[in-house]
């Protein structure tokens, strides 16, 4: 029994090592365990505005300014016929040297560079190694986990406090019972990553495109360095694989052609040759904190990407839980109300975020009909859609909800 750490932190995504990197610095013992080797592969490389400040909070402004990655500034959308819109410039609304400039990450280099933080930090980090069980007290209370090494060995590492930051796979609600699917957000994305296709030129060369498919579907088209493009398309499944198309490389190529910007843009190039698949989208966990245990990022709750707003999310819940979890272990009180703040933060931010995402799935809505009969309501879309999830949102709700029907709040808290 290995009992020398604090809190132990299954996953070393974004949510895991930015919590880790917080914990650290407040001089806390604190144990990362990731399945993987660094870099890995992961999709989700457009970030949005509102990323800034969690990335600031982790000190990483400067680094992520001198880096390599592509500088985002705007996003656009683009109709089937080929029609762009006029670019949405950050700067219209945010300030130009802090928010208005935000960036696309190869995921690989980017989380590598968060788990160098971390450890940078005084974070421990244990890579190839998968935790495979929570332990438990008589009561019930998550008390450590069992871990499965490198070689092969298996270890129980206690611990005052588990979080999981596992992502997608969302270890520990699974576990418990308490994975909530959302019927209405139930997608299918199949990516792939081009090199050497045509992009936009000057200010817009790293902006995000959306561009529809006729009804039924959107294609993102992400610029990154290197040369490289993240493009997929999300749809209903149905759609997808019609006429009995099961192989992601056939789906993704029979829609180039239903989107004339994309399908101009991509023929410069060529795939890389992998295409990837999910239909794995949105879903929550019931609760964000029990006894001995916090989730945070994916883990939490994961929604549906349209609006890229998955490492914004699981960065700020990072740098939320690092604070709550610090105060608690100061106060000696790690039971779970001490926690409702922060899951109550996190569910009001996915919630509002996921409002948005209902509308724009909604056939018959557009927010330019709701900006057209309510001017002021443009500046609130703009505010949420860019990260600033933390607000009342309750009179745009009302706007929107005169256009399309869009859910309340699903609930989260502790049990
Ligand atoms: P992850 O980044 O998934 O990290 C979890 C880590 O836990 C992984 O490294 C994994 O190896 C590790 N792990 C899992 N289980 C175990 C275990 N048992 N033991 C040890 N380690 C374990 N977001 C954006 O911001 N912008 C985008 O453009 C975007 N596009 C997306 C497109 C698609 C198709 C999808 C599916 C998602 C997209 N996202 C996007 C979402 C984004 O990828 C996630 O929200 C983000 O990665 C969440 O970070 P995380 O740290 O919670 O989880």
New binding site residues.
């Given amino acids: 029994m290995n009992t020398e750490y604090e809190v132990l932190i299954?996953?070393?995504?974004?949510?895991?090592?930015?919590t880790a990197a917080i914990l650290a610095e407040y001089g806390h013992k604190v144990l990362v365990?990731?399945?993987?080797k660094?870099p890995?592969y992961?999709?989700?490389?457009?970030?949005?505005p509102f990323?800034f400040g969690p990335l600031h909070r982790l000190g990483l402004i400067p680094t992520m300014k001198k880096s390599h990655f592509m500088k985002k500034f705007s996003v656009s959308f683009v109709q089937p016929d080929g029609r762009r819109s006029q670019p949405f410039y950050f700067y219209n609304r945010y300030d130009r040297d802090t928010v208005a400039q935000t960036w696309q990450v190869m995921?690989s280099e980017f989380?590598h560079m968060l788990m160098d933080h971390a450890r940078g930090r005084g974070a421990e980090v244990r890579e190839e190694?998968?935790?495979?069980q929570l332990l438990k007290d008589d009561n019930g209370k998550v008390i450590g986990v069992a871990?499965k090494n490198k070689d092969g060995s298996t270890e129980h590492l206690l611990a005052k406090l588990v979080i999981d930051?596992?992502?997608?796979?969302a270890?520990a609600s699974v576990r418990e019972g308490w994975r909530v699917g959302d019927p209405y957000l139930n997608k299918v994305?199949v990516?792939t990553y081009y090199k050497g296709s045509k992009r936009e030129e000057g200010i817009d060369e790293g902006a995000?495109t959306i561009a529809f498919v006729p009804d039924k579907g959107w294609f993102?088209h992400?610029p990154m360095h290197n040369d490289m493009v993240?493009v997929?398309v999300?749809a209903e499944g149905k759609y997808l694989s019609r006429d009995g198309v099961r192989d992601p490389k056939a789906m993704f190529e029979r829609e180039i052609g239903e989107n004339q910007w994309i399908k101009d843009h991509l023929s410069a190039g060529s795939s890389t040759g992998e295409y990837?698949i999910?239909s794995?989208?949105s879903r929550h966990s019931k609760y964000g904190a029990a006894p001995g245990l916090l989730l945070?990022?994916?883990?939490?709750a994961?929604?549906d990407?349209v609006f890229?707003?998955?490492?914004?999310?699981?960065l700020k819940?990072?740098v939320l839980a690092g604070d709550a979890v610090h105060a608690a272990l100061e106060a000696r009180d790690l039971s779970p109300q001490r926690f409702s703040e922060y899951s109550e933060l996190m569910r009001q931010g996915i919630d509002n975020m996921r409002k948005l995402v209902y509308a724009f799935y909604d056939p018959n809505f557009s927010f330019k009909d709701v900006v057209m009969k309510y001017p002021d309501a443009g500046d609130e879309i703009t505010d949420c859609l860019s990260g600033d999830v933390n607000k009342d949102y309750s009179s745009l709700w009302k706007k929107i909800r005169e256009f399309a029907p869009i859910p309340d709040g699903l609930p989260y808290g502790v049990p």
């Fill in positions: 299954i996953g070393g995504g974004p949510a895991g090592t930015s365990i990731e399945r993987e660094f890995r992961h999709v989700g490389e457009s970030l949005i990323t995921r989380d190694t998968t935790v495979t871990v930051a596992s992502g997608k796979e270890f994305a990516w995000t993102w992400i993240s997929g999300v990837w999910t794995e989208y945070v990022g994916d883990a939490f994961f929604l990407p890229s707003s998955g490492v914004m999310l699981a819940s990072g």
